[in-house]
T-cell receptor, first 115, second 112 residues
Framework: DTGVSQDPRHKITKRGQNVTFRCDPI?????LYWYRQTLGQGPEFLTY????????KSRLLSDRFSAERPKGSFSTLEIQRTEQGDSAMYLC?????????????FGSGTQLSVL | GIQVEQSPPDLILQEGANSTLRCNFS?????LQWFHQNPWGQLINLFY???GTKQNGRLSATTVATERYSLLYISSSQTTDSGVYFC??????????????FGKGTKLSVKP
């Protein structure tokens, strides 16, 4: 069990550019989540997948955001035409979602800075 | 939507002291978890505790679902306990599956 892995750890981009983040969940976990966290706040839910199906999207997820989990394993989160307000820590989490426990395990996050 | 309130917002302790962190929520829940975010930003899952009591070393947690609160106890605090403690819940009905709502956290500083 290597934990949830996210890449890159940091991303600096200019306003208007597109960025893509990758998340590799814990291998046996069928659920994968994306959250966003800004300074001084708790994480905010963006979207989640069960296997390859995207089952829920937050209203925070504007049309510029898209997430995929093509084979039910790793996931990507793309932000198009980035804005300064997109600057945040983007967190990925996974869970096994069985009846014994539904614990979420988080990765270290990708810190996005939009200049 | 469901509201999550954590108290106190900030807490300063001397090493060795005990503390209790509280999480109140506004509706029934089927999922409640406590997390510790260390000073480097890593979120660590402490407990999955929608009801009842659990213990893990110096930490224990109790959720009284009927009264809509949960408590996290830290005994014999250590400097490594410093960071932000988050409570997160998922509504018990009508809520989105998988959508954990986080509180604003309790920032704990343990002084040597």
């Amino acid at each position: 069990d290597t934990g949830v892995s996210q890449d890159p750890r940091h991303k600096i981009t200019k306003r208007g550019q597109n960025v893509t983040f990758r998340c590799d969940p814990i291998s046996e976990h069928n659920r994968l989540y994306w959250y966003r966290q800004t300074l001084g706040q708790g994480p905010e839910f963006l979207t989640y997948f069960q296997n390859e199906a995207q089952l829920e999207k937050s209203r925070l997820l504007s049309d510029r955001f898209s997430a995929e989990r093509p084979k039910g394993s790793f996931s990507t989160l793309e932000i198009q035409r980035t804005e300064q307000g997109d600057s945040a820590m983007y967190l990925c989490a996974s869970s096994a979602r069985d009846r014994e426990s539904e614990k979420l395990f988080f990765g270290s996050g990708t810190q996005l800075s939009v200049l | 939507g469901i509201q999550v309130e954590q108290s106190p917002p900030d807490l300063i302790l001397q090493e060795g002291a005990n503390s209790t962190l509280r999480c109140n929520f506004s509706d029934s829940v089927n999922n409640l978890q406590w997390f510790h975010q260390n000073p480097w930003g890593q979120l660590i899952n402490l407990f999955y505790i929608p009801s009842g009591t659990k213990q893990n070393g110096r930490l224990s947690a109790t959720t009284v679902a009927t009264e809509r609160y949960s408590l996290l106890y830290i005994s014999s605090s250590q400097t490594t306990d410093s960071g932000v403690y988050f409570c997160a819940v998922e509504a018990g009905y009508g809520g989105s599956q998988g959508n954990l709502i986080f509180g604003k956290g309790t920032k704990l500083s343990v002084k040597p």
